[in-house]
């Protein structure tokens, strides 16, 4: 599933085409995917122009001046920007089609399996916050309010191992298994420990080690496994540079050790024995 730095990387690909843009159309190819598309999307969009271009999480959000189009990529989802009169190909189910000076440009969806979702929150609901996908989402990342002291703080009490408690969150958002993984070997952490027995100084390292792997990821255009490529349709590179993901059984590139891989909640880990207490 893309994560943080794979939705921002598209956020930052298709914002030049969008913003500032005015829409000229809308076209869906069938009833949903995730969830059923918004009701009346094309009269809702279509003369309106994009304000502008942000992400919370791993939603990207596309505000107008009466309410913002969320889009989440599921697990097989990306974007493609591309001129108008293209036939779409199957899995093609979403275009937003706005004007440019060399004549209208399409946003266009594609999502294969479908757990996608392209949602509208009306501005006269409240505040973007308030959306049921976004209202209980933790503090961004890379944003002045996270901290070591605030995963201190948040985990008190908390007996679930901290990989767990970062992939939540309820603390953090858009940390998910790949960059979990890596951070928390950056950081010396063993994965399995409980939350609340992290002291914080440990708390405090691993912090900076998030916003590194995450801004190292983002410039590096994400990680590519499966499904995800960028909206110029180019490959992300990061995963080049994982130190224990997916390595499961290579020699650990600090001290030799073979990297591990458990299961923790239905989800992969893998970690250094040696480099991570």
């Known amino acids: 599933m893309p994560e943080l730095p794979e939705v921002e990387v598209t956020r930052r690909g298709v914002a030049p085409h969008l913003e500032g843009r005015a829409v000229q159309d809308v076209v869906l190819r069938r009833a ?17 122009t994009v304000l502008g271009t942000g992400r919370r999480g791993k939603y990207l959000l596309v505000h107008f001046e009466h309410g913002t189009l969320i889009i989440h990529l599921g697990m097989s989802g990306h974007l493609r920007v591309m001129a108008a009169g293209i036939e779409p190909e199957k899995h093609d189910h979403f275009d937003l089609v706005v004007a440019s000076p060399d004549g209208p440009q399409v946003l266009r969806m594609k999502d294969p399996r479908r757990f996608g979702a392209v949602l509208w929150h009306d501005d006269a609901d409240g505040a973007l916050d308030s959306h049921i996908l976004l209202r209980a989402l933790g503090v961004e990342p890379l944003e002045d309010g996270f901290s070591g002291k605030l995963l201190y703080d948040r985990t008190r009490g908390r007996s679930a191992p901290v990989k767990q408690v970062l992939l939540a969150g309820d603390i953090v958002v858009g940390v998910g298994n790949i960059y979990a993984s890596e951070s928390l070997f950056r950081a010396g952490i063993n994965p399995k420990t409980p939350a609340g027995r992290i002291s914080l100084a440990r708390y405090e390292k691993l912090a900076q080690a998030i916003r590194e792997i995450l801004a190292e990821a983002i410039i590096q255009g994400g990680s590519t496994l499966r499904d995800f490529i960028s909206v ?7 995963q080049q540079t994982y130190f224990v993901y997916d390595r499961a059984g290579v020699p650990c590139k600090v001290c030799a050790a073979p990297v591990r891989q458990i299961k923790q909640g239905q989800r ?7 480099c991570q207490k």
């Open 32 to 48: 949903g995917l995730r969830w059923p598309f918004p009701e009346q999307l094309q009269q809702l969009l279509a003369g309106r």
């Open 268 to 274: 992969s880990t893998f970690y250094c024995v040696n």
């Open 232 to 238: 110029n349709g180019q490959s992300g590179y990061f």
